[in-house]
């Protein structure tokens, strides 16, 4: 059961991830591609390890993620999720050390549809007196 590959799937915004974690060395691969390459921004690239320095195994597993839909933040997102999820499956002890750092919470903010009459979801056309 250990060497099976744990597996959970995360989501953020209009992006869904796959991911595996596979004991290992502490490779991340995203899209078949080392997420270095697939996040070119730092930002993205801490946000995805996050959830893994968190509970000390960042050398400890190998993650592989399919990621599709939405943009770029979405998708870190998505990983970040899937990452946290399956570490819980793993160990059930780090629920309380990724819930509190906001690694399992779903964050639901997506974009807001355009209402008939307005330019975007809230813009109103110029107002004009005469």
Same mark, same amino acid.
């Given at each position: 059961?250990?060497?099976?590959?744990?597996?959970?799937?995360?989501?953020?915004?209009?992006?869904?991830?796959?991911?595996?974690?596979?004991?290992?060395?502490?490779?991340?691969?995203?899209?078949?591609?080392?997420?270095?390459?697939?996040?070119?921004?730092?930002? #993205?690239?801490?946000?995805?390890? @996050?959830?893994?320095?968190?509970?000390?195994? !960042? $050398? *400890?597993?190998?993650? =592989?993620?399919?990621?599709?839909?939405?943009?770029?933040?979405?998708?870190?997102?998505?990983?970040?999720?899937?990452?946290?999820?399956?570490?819980?499956?793993?160990?059930?002890?780090?629920?309380?050390?990724?819930?509190?750092?906001?690694? #399992?919470?779903?964050?639901?903010? @997506?974009?807001?549809?355009?209402?008939?009459? !307005? $330019? *975007?979801?809230?813009? =109103?056309?110029?107002?004009?007196?005469?």
């Amino acid at each position: 059961m250990a060497t099976d590959p744990l597996k959970a799937v995360g989501r953020r915004k209009e992006a869904v991830a796959r991911v595996r974690l596979s004991p290992g060395e502490g490779r991340i691969t995203i899209n078949e591609r080392e997420f270095r390459e697939y996040f070119p921004r730092r930002l #993205l690239q801490q946000v995805v390890v @996050a959830p893994l320095k968190a509970v000390d195994a !960042l $050398k *400890r597993f190998d993650v =592989a993620a399919r990621v599709e839909g939405g943009g770029i933040s979405g998708q870190a997102g998505a990983v970040v999720q899937g990452i946290a999820r399956a570490l819980v499956s793993n160990d059930p002890e780090t629920r309380g050390t990724l819930k509190s750092g906001g690694f #399992l919470t779903r964050d639901a903010r @997506a974009k807001e549809r355009k209402k008939p009459g !307005l $330019k *975007r979801a809230r813009k =109103a056309p110029q107002y004009t007196k005469r």
